[in-house]
């Protein structure tokens, strides 16, 4: 089992900066990708930001040129450093972390962070 634990978000006015982090502990051998999604009000969960294993990160359109994930893999922690903030990223942050393999996959993820873009 892989346990996600983030921190970081709050309320923040539209133009601002946050930084939410999530720290890996457990069975986190061969995790091959670490990522952040949101879910916005009344919305489904969609995909953020991930890195992988060997440092390459893939972005949504909407957040390109604002968002920028990055590791510490010493600490086992991803963060999500987000700037230029706007209220359409009002949202659950979550971490994910999964584990690929030939046979299987495993998803892993943390219990979520609340982020407030006010206008």
């Known amino acids: 089992q892989v346990q996600l634990v983030e921190s970081g978000g709050g309320l923040v006015q539209a133009g601002g900066s946050l930084r939410v982090s999530c720290v890996a502990s457990g069975s986190i051998f061969s995790i091959n990708e670490m990522g952040w999604y949101r879910q916005p009000p009344g919305k489904q969960r969609e995909l953020v930001a991930v890195i992988t294993s060997g440092g390459s990160t893939n972005y949504v359109d909407s957040v390109k040129g604002r968002f920028t994930i990055s590791r510490d893999n010493a600490k086992n922690t991803v963060y999500l450093q987000m700037d230029s903030l706007k209220p359409e990223d009002t949202a659950v942050y979550y971490c994910?972390?999964?584990?690929?393999?030939?046979?299987?996959?495993?998803?892993?993820w943390g219990q979520g962070t609340q982020v407030t873009v006010s206008s």
């Open positions: 994910n972390a999964k584990r690929t393999t030939r046979w299987y996959v495993n998803d892993y």
